[in-house]
């Protein structure tokens, strides 16, 4: 073995740790424990029957090109009918504004491949989804946060840590931003705030990334336009994915972008993976095709509603005066916030005890702060484990206030 | 649209192409042309009727496992079914030695992420494979060229320049090497120059990256053993892949390594895609499983041995004198090399005129070097193709001369 193996390592892998929600997740995984931690989809979502058909229909028909290298731009019938969808929602795009990507988790990592030099700064929420953070952080990105209120990212303090960061050369590459059911903090952002931070980010000239997983599971209220669309100038790179609406196991995200910067994605991604499986694009492909997605997709925001109702309603009945939560109007989580003076990460250890667990909001701050809070999934764990799960976790929380 | 896009790009992207190869390609899809330029497995080689039980199977019984999120190292089953082929083939190794990834271009850039800053150098073949160049490029290495001989590197050229970069403190982080039917060359190294290799290798206490995608694909002779086992230090990551032996489409690779250069694999894939879809790896273990897998790899080796035969034997009809080439034993490739004044890139324009298309030589040559040169592929081309396609490129070249 080389002896000097530390030596050798890069700076980026040097500065990596492992996903800290991964690691505590198998800290969860002894059966008797309520997990509300993960951020797993509902295995009941997952349509195993239809795909049984689907699949032999398209290793019948499309069998030799599905278990062929693909375009690194992805298949072209999926590109299309994906396309497809965000016109009739309204979008003037067109299929060369869009690639294929293996998962949402490498839309974050190209993006950190093609804007990233070592030592960068760019925005993202107090708090903010956390691989989105690891993917940007391991090209050397230095994060800086901006603090959310009910509606999302604060536009004016945005625009005051812009300007702060122009005074100093140090303009950032993006502005990260989850506007629909903000992962952890479950809000979403309303058109109004998002025009602000459109406005905020035209002013300073600065590209917005629109991490987009779960917008289309909303269980009420009405749609907010997507930042790619209000925007209209290709200032916007919109992330989405099938890993919360279909499938995670097949692997499917896709960045909806400027073709300017699609050609990029399509350079970095050749040398990333070369490009998706063509397999489970055209299986994907199908499934869209036949309507299944859709008539899915509902089923689970059905499912989705009522477990959210049931940790809303647990939460009324058990949490004690001083804890508050967000509400979230669509995705997998919500956030609760305990007293001030309280740490979520002493009380980990004590909610694991008592056979329940969560994920600390601190690790989704990038300045370390979130002590006080937790973020809580209400799509994997059944009506009844939220309805025990919280009434365990308002008992772990009320002895140590 | 941000007005200075050019500028924010990171220096990364800015020095990558697209990939001259895949670009190359699609000059070549005119139907009337024959094309030896792609790497892609023959159509014939993919089990796809096989397939129809197998992911049916897959579905019935662990449906929804299949279609959630898996673990980053990769399915628990498919490791040790990849682990025990590996130790049955004599290798001294465990589960924690492996990683699935997303193919090997996933292992060749995590590489790069894990061992790579910018300004870094690795030693690579001259030629060499451009996916590896590519990826390790896109982290800002320099590649150093060492020629190879009719068994592949040259050792002592290989040590001469390591003392060489010693006393001016560049070290490079590793060795690039394809021991078996390399691609581009179609040279298979011989356990002696292995040895050779390591020693030098220990001698410089620097590690060797072993890509073997085409191992199993061996027509005639006996195999060599593996640099992973002949080292037996933990100095050799190995990477593996299903790309060329079973379906492409499924992007499927690992990386065999001493477990704490695994662990920062794990770490590195967690922020890159964090997990290889399992859907694709529960088919891939089934259908290892089951013994297909080495029931279908015989048959493709077969076919693939009339292939490059009928090529071989076309090349001693048809070449002109003073052109060579080489005669793998395996592989999908062989690299043919014309005199000295002759240029790859020239002929190419002519080539296409008359329906017949390769891959430049050069291409893979970091030095800029290998002009006369170009590869063939004789894995996607059917025997008559082969004998037809020779036939005009013969007729090319020696108008040329």
Redesign the interface.
């Known amino acids: 073995?080389?002896?000097?193996?530390d030596q050798?390592?890069?700076?980026?892998?040097s500065s990596?740790?492992?996903?800290i929600i991964?690691e505590l997740l198998k800290l969860t995984q002894r059966p008797e424990i309520i997990s509300f931690a993960g951020g797993?989809?509902s295995?009941d979502s997952?349509p195993?029957?239809d795909?049984?058909s689907i699949?032999?229909e398209v290793?019948?028909n499309e069998?030799?090109?599905?278990?062929?290298?693909?375009a690194?731009e992805g298949d072209p019938k999926l590109r299309k009918l994906l396309i497809d969808r965000y016109i009739k929602d309204g979008l003037n795009v067109k299929v060369d504004n869009l690639i294929i990507t293996?998962?949402s988790?490498?839309g974050?990592?190209l993006l950190g491949?093609?804007?990233?030099?070592?030592g960068?700064k760019i925005i993202c929420g107090l708090p903010s989804y956390l691989?989105g953070l690891?993917?940007f952080?391991?090209?050397g990105a230095e994060c800086v946060g901006i603090p959310l209120d009910n509606h999302g990212m604060r536009a004016d303090l945005l625009d005051e840590k812009l300007n702060e960061l122009k005074q100093i050369n140090k303009m950032p590459?993006f502005i990260y931003i989850i506007p629909d059911f903000q992962n952890p903090a479950g809000i979403t952002m309303p058109e109004s705030r998002r025009i602000e931070i459109i406005d905020v980010a035209h002013k300073h000239?600065?590209?917005i990334v629109e991490d987009s997983p779960y917008r289309e599971i909303r269980f009420n209220g009405k749609p907010q336009r997507m930042m790619y669309e209000l925007d209209g100038?290709?200032?916007v790179i919109t992330l989405g994915t099938f890993?919360k609406t279909f499938?995670?196991?097949?692997?499917i995200g896709w960045v909806l972008a400027?073709e300017?910067?699609v050609d990029?994605f399509?350079?970095?991604k050749?040398?990333?993976?070369?490009?998706?499986?063509?397999?489970?694009q055209k299986i994907a492909a199908l499934y869209l095709e036949k309507g299944l997605f859709d008539i899915n997709v509902n089923k689970t925001i059905n499912s989705y509603r009522q477990k959210r109702d049931a940790m809303l309603e647990s939460f009324r009945l058990h949490m004690p005066h001083g804890v508050t939560w967000t509400e979230p109007e669509g995705g997998l989580f919500l956030f609760l916030t305990m007293p001030e003076h309280m740490d979520a990460e002493k009380l980990f250890p004590k909610a694991i005890e008592k056979n329940v667990a969560y994920v600390l909001g601190s690790a989704f701050f990038c300045d370390g702060s979130g002590k006080n809070s937790m973020r809580l999934n209400f799509s994997y764990v059944s009506i009844d484990e939220i309805k025990e799960g919280v009434k365990r976790l308002a008992e772990v929380i009320r002895q140590e206030m």
């Open positions: 073995m080389v002896t000097n193996l050798i390592y890069s700076i980026s892998i990596m740790k492992r996903s991964r797993l989809p295995p997952f195993v029957s795909l049984q699949v032999s290793l019948k069998g030799t090109q599905a278990l062929q290298y693909g690194t293996t998962a988790q490498q974050l990592d491949k093609i804007f990233i030099n070592r960068d691989g690891s993917a952080n391991s090209y590459k000239n600065i590209l100038t290709g200032s890993s499938a995670p196991g097949f692997r400027h300017e910067i990029k399509v350079v970095a050749q040398s990333a993976d070369l490009c998706t499986s063509a397999f489970v």
